[in-house]
């Protein structure tokens, strides 16, 4: 038989939420659980709420998201391990700037939760174990490399780390249908990006069964795109500078060889045409670059260089748009 666990009320003036419940593992065997649903919970109750209330607190505050970031200082176009990478190195930085992060899928992070073939431990080169020293992820050290005893601990703890940013808005389930862009002659394709053109996933998967249902848009100065290697989402961006001649041509993802293709991805993380910085495994698309496989040390390395990298282009835009 399983030992009873002791469940203990705290007293409500110690915890943000009136009623939380804390487990006591030192008590054991002192109360049943049928001793604490019987005194404890047997008239509970939760305040009463009409279902119109539920509809209006969700719509209420999405849409005044959507009117805040319409204009967005930063637009991060995907939210694998190096856009929320990318992400926690812009918000702790620089607080003052608004960032909106696009995800396609219902549930961000991307390839990271879990590790290579469906395993669960995650592993990283140094030096990116600081990253998660940083952001208090434990791991076993192995010498040039550490583990993280399940990816989806980092995710996760990116993740909350991210969302807990008041300057930082996710928009999961939205995909990026297209680029906003303006002429700019001294650039290649003549054509600098101004902000990204959006969809909620689910509409944008039935353009080829429906009639016109026409997107919305976010201006922005600076767009980093991380969405992956070629693939369902992958590539978007990079795709669509070749379709509009921006970039003549894509390299092509290379096999893999994870010496090569970590340290390329983090070094060549930049600005590919003006106003678009592209970072992680959608750069590899771009420059030819190896596979790395299981192993997520570039993407976030390559998260906080774009981070960098978009400050630069910011501050670059701002001095002009002032002059």
Request: glycine share 8%; proline share 5%.
């Amino acid at each position: 038989m399983a030992p009873a666990v002791t469940v203990d009320v705290v007293e409500p003036a110690t915890l943000p939420h009136k009623g939380s419940v804390a487990i006591s593992n030192d008590k054991l065997n002192t109360k049943t659980a049928d001793d604490v649903a019987e005194g404890k919970w047997k008239d509970f109750s939760f305040d009463a709420i009409r279902e119109s209330q539920v509809a209006r607190a969700m719509a209420r505050r999405y849409f005044n998201d959507l009117d805040r970031y319409a204009e967005s200082d930063i637009v991060i176009v995907g939210a694998g391990s190096c856009g929320l990478s990318t992400a926690y190195t812009l918000a702790k930085a620089r607080p003052d700037l608004k960032i909106a992060i696009i995800e396609a899928s219902v549930s961000p992070g991307g390839g990271a939760w879990l590790g290579g073939q469906l395993f669960s431990a995650m592993v990283m080169r140094k030096p990116a174990n600081k990253f998660l020293i940083d952001i208090g992820v434990p791991f076993e050290d192995e010498g040039p490399y550490v583990v993280v005893k399940h990816a989806a601990l980092f995710t996760s703890t990116l993740l909350s780390k991210v969302l807990a940013f008041p300057n930082v808005k996710l928009f999961n389930a939205t995909s990026v249908e297209d680029l906003i862009t303006r002429r700019d002659e001294s650039a290649p394709g003549g054509v600098r990006i101004a902000g990204v053109v959006t969809n909620w996933t689910l509409v944008a998967m039935h353009h080829e069964d429906q009639s016109c249902m026409d997107p919305s848009t976010i201006n922005a100065p600076v767009i980093i795109s991380t969405t992956g290697h070629d693939g369902p989402f992958g590539a978007f961006s990079v795709k669509r500078l070749v379709s509009m001649q921006a970039l003549e041509r894509l390299g092509g993802m290379r096999g893999l060889d994870m010496n090569t293709a970590e340290d390329a991805i983090v070094r060549g993380t930049r600005e590919i045409v003006p106003g678009l910085i592209v970072g992680g495994m959608e750069l590899s698309e771009v420059d030819g670059a190896n596979r790395m496989g299981p192993t997520f040390g570039a993407m976030v390395l390559s998260g906080m260089k774009a981070a960098e990298e978009a400050l630069s282009v910011f501050e670059e835009r701002k001095k002009q748009n002032a002059a």
